[in-house]
């Protein structure tokens, strides 16, 4: 049987912890600017993951979709399974 890959956050969430790392739970009623994803250290931010809205099948199907972002030697990627390859996102810094 092929997996539709439909994951709960729960079951996410739960994975996650049991290979040791810690999961902060954060929804729309925070801003996204509550995250800090410069935490230096061993506390820091390994990575987001996103449910994010998609369509498919030319826009009849509605879903959701899990994207993570991931910072690597101080480059910041878009890690969707969706893409070819990861995509490193511009650096927010300059003007």
Known sequence: MHSLGN????????????????????DRQN?????DLDRPGDAGLMGVLLNVPVRMFAGVWKSKHWVTLRKID??????DSDLFAPEAFEDTEKG
């Open 74 to 79: 101080g480059v910041r990627y878009n890690l």
């Open 7 to 26: 994951y709960d956050i729960n079951v996410l969430m739960a994975t996650s912890e049991d290979k040791g790392k810690n999961v902060v739970w954060h």
């Open 31 to 35: 801003g996204a600017s509550s995250i």
